[in-house]
């Protein structure tokens, strides 16, 4: 027997086919699937069923046509696409931003799902391809069959601290039709929830996995204490990591000469976010990287340069109503905490402090029906004085540290809000459409 007869007898397909099968079924621990062994079984050995229905089976002696042909490559290509997505790697676009710049607007990125485990879908009707909308904004999926949160094994060692996370907008469970990107709790904060509505809405509620898609850096991790202080993230009381591509915005005066923009160009500056002033003279706002602030600190014409830190009680006299937990503790984007970050099986005493940070958790992440009534709390109408968290929580913020709305300003990422971390950037392009060459098929590098 030669290698190839080898290769195409129907035993050898099935042996092959089988094994990467129950593998399969061993990594998504439900038994019931096994039983698929007979659908591959009769594929490659019996071929009893004609699976492939629309078109004509082997040895009838009629050939498919052109039209059968596309619609049989379309169907195995819609079907391999989607496995390949829930289980493995899937494609997203970077809308904002929020992390340049170690992330661009206009990157597209492959995102590894096996490294903290992949999601079983709970809201599997989806058309192929989409997320949450399709043409003309309508809802690409339907709530007729809803699966509880589960997650396989990770096929790694799991997220980090410093990694790079793709997850489910926490306050994207309800978003606003006119204004579907923003955040409709925090119009409501500001603005009241009637008029929210009324000049914003209607309103839309989406379940969790179906909410919009942020890409973040995890800096907080289950359990840890976290600060900013003067714009650095500290982690149980030591200053974290600055990564290469964190940068944030200052104010530089200059003897009345600008920075030539070819050279900004080269430090990596995004014009969009340069704000400068003939009256200073200078900018006062130019996100810089911390290679970046050095070579603009050395330029001749540059005569001071000084970080943009926010200070307590920022611009507005309401601006705490727009940092977590939204009430008046003096914290702002550049001094914030310390904040206690909730690990799964962890129980707290609940008090009139700091149930403002973990009322969202009991109430709709964690699916309780919670209640504050007089200084007291009830759950499920039977009044607690503790409460233990059932699952972990994760606290992301952006690179363009004063460019992002992440954690500081929405709180905590649940778990089963996490979706992987990005691997490769396969393309990307400017937002006027120019190709950038050199980040393509560029590797995202996490901790």
């Not at 290679?291 to 050395?298: E, I």
């Not at 003096?330 to 914030?336: K, L, P, Q, S």
């Not at 009534?373 to 759950?379: L, M, Q």
């Not at 606290?395 to 300003?409: I, K, T, V």
Request: glycine share 8%.
């Amino acid at each position: 027997m030669t290698l190839r007869d080898f290769i195409r007898n129907k035993w050898v397909k099935f042996a092959f086919w089988g094994i990467l099968y129950c593998l399969w079924v061993i990594w998504l621990q439900n038994p019931w699937w096994f039983l698929g062994l007979i659908v591959v079984f009769d594929l490659y050995v019996t071929k009893i069923v004609n699976w492939t229905f629309w078109k004509p089976r082997e040895g009838k002696g009629k050939k498919p046509n052109a039209l059968t042909e596309w619609v049989d490559a379309i169907i195995y290509a819609v079907i391999a696409v989607t496995f390949i997505n829930i289980f493995f790697f899937q494609s997203f676009r970077i809308p904002s931003s929020s992390m340049e710049n170690t992330l661009m607007t206009g990157d597209f990125l492959f995102v590894d799902k096996m490294r903290f485990g992949p999601r079983i879908p709970e809201t599997p009707l989806t058309i192929p391809f989409t997320h949450n909308t399709w043409i003309g904004g309508r809802k690409s999926y339907s709530e007729a069959v809803k699966w509880d949160y589960r997650r396989l094994k990770p096929l790694g060692r799991g997220i980090r601290r410093g990694d790079c996370v793709v997850f489910n907008f926490p306050h994207g469970d309800t978003v606003l039709a006119r204004v579907p990107a923003e955040d409709y709790y925090a119009h409501v904060r500001i603005n009241g929830r009637e008029y929210t509505q009324k000049a914003l809405g209607p309103v839309i509620v989406r379940p969790a996995d179906k909410a919009d898609h942020y890409v973040k850096r995890l800096v907080g991790m289950p359990g840890d204490t976290l600060s900013v202080k003067d714009g650095l993230v500290y982690i149980n009381g030591e200053q974290q990591e600055i990564y290469e591509g964190i940068q944030y915005t200052y104010k530089v005066v200059t003897d009345g000469t600008p920075i030539n923009r070819v050279t900004l160009d080269k430090l990596g500056v995004d014009r969009t976010q340069i704000r400068y002033d003939a009256q200073l003279p200078g900018y006062y706002s130019l996100p810089l990287t911390a290679a970046a602030l050095k070579r603009v600190k050395a330029m001749a014409h540059v005569k001071s340069v000084t970080m943009n830190l926010e200070d307590y009680p920022g611009d507005y006299f309401d601006s705490y109503k727009m940092i977590f937990p939204f009430d008046d503790r003096g914290f702002t984007r550049d001094n914030y905490g310390p904040i206690w970050i909730p690990a799964k099986g962890t129980t707290v005493a609940l008090d009139n402090d700091n149930i403002a940070f973990y009322r969202r958790i009991i109430d709709v992440y964690e699916h309780n029906d919670f209640e504050q009534r007089d200084g007291k709390f009830y759950i499920d109408g039977e009044q607690v004085t503790e409460y233990t968290f059932k699952q972990d929580y994760f606290f992301m913020m952006g690179d363009n540290r004063h460019n992002s709305l992440d954690s500081r300003y929405w709180g905590f990422v649940p778990e089963d809000h996490i979706v992987g971390t990005p691997c490769v950037i396969w393309f990307s392009r400017e937002p006027l459409g120019k190709v950038r060459w050199r980040r393509i098929c560029k590797f995202v590098l996490n901790s």
